[in-house]
């Protein structure tokens, strides 16, 4: 049985170690206020990322794979595409994501399945997300010419616990369906509650933490895409104050294992 590990690097940002491989996570590498708020969000004139990333680019791009849940500019940047070595194995959600990272150079580039897709023993499986209430947020993503979907993801492996990250989601259906069928052990939620300007949230917010906790009260569940882009509207210290047992709130440059 091998340590599975979670390292918190920023935002959606993480370094998993699974099966003693390790799988970088939604790289968003840019230094501290180099963009623009969303102008679709919240708090627009915030500048994002508010915080530096707590280790050199370096150390965070030394792994064996990485996943890019979607293609969205608080998720992957051109810091990370310069600094990724181009032959990795680079996974996504789909053949329009595919292209897009192969435009960008990248020469093994593969999409999750539903079914799963197996990598070096370890069995991957796509899972479904509501980046925001389907019927509101998606057309507001299509008017400003962002995609809408986002994946979440199941790692599964014999000699290791069943990890689950959600993703860029609210807590839905679609979830609940991934928790029912997985049944994971340990689960990432991306939790700071951003919101767009007609005040819907577009990932967990408080209430959200309060669902998934309660509904998988066997699972230690890790909150994740903290303190870091101007549309937030949940800290790190509002999640520690639910005082929710299975909830864990890693800092940035934090590593949980399990």
Same mark, same amino acid.
């Given at each position: 049985?091998?340590?599975?590990?979670i390292h918190q690097i920023r935002n959606a940002t993480i370094i998993i170690t699974y099966n003693n491989k390790r799988f970088l996570v939604d790289p968003w590498l840019m230094p501290k206020d180099y963009m623009a708020g969303f102008d679709a969000g919240i708090n627009s004139h915030i500048r994002q990322p508010r915080v530096e990333l707590p280790i050199s680019i370096e150390k965070i791009v030394d792994v064996d794979a990485v996943i890019l849940t979607h293609y969205h500019p608080?998720?992957?940047?051109?810091?990370?595409?310069k600094a990724i070595n181009k032959n990795i194995p680079f996974f996504v959600q789909s053949e329009i994501d595919k292209e897009l990272i192969q435009n960008s150079g990248f020469k093994d580039v593969r999409v999750i399945s539903v079914n799963g897709t197996d990598f070096?023993?370890?069995?991957l499986y796509k899972t479904n997300c509501q980046h925001g209430k389907r019927e509101i947020i998606k057309p507001i993503c299509e008017q400003a010419g962002m995609p809408y979907d986002s994946m979440g993801i199941v790692f599964k492996s014999e000699n290791e616990k069943t990890l689950y990250v959600?993703?860029?989601?609210?807590?839905?259906?679609? &979830? $609940?369906?991934?928790?029912? $069928?997985?049944?994971?052990? &340990?689960?990432v939620t991306n939790s700071c509650g951003a919101t767009v300007l007609n005040g819907e949230r577009i990932i967990m917010n408080l209430d959200d933490m309060k669902e998934i906790s309660s509904y998988c009260k066997n699972s230690k569940i890790i909150a994740s895409h903290m303190d870091t882009v101007s549309h937030l509207t949940v800290t790190r210290d509002d999640i520690k104050n639910l005082k929710l047992n299975n909830v864990l709130v890693p800092d940035?440059?934090?590593i949980l294992t399990f």
């Open positions: 049985m091998s340590n599975l590990q608080d998720h992957w940047d051109e810091f990370a595409e070096e023993g370890i069995n959600a993703g860029d989601t609210i807590w839905c259906e679609e &979830v $609940k369906e991934a928790l029912d $069928k997985y049944n994971p052990d &340990v689960i940035d440059n934090e």
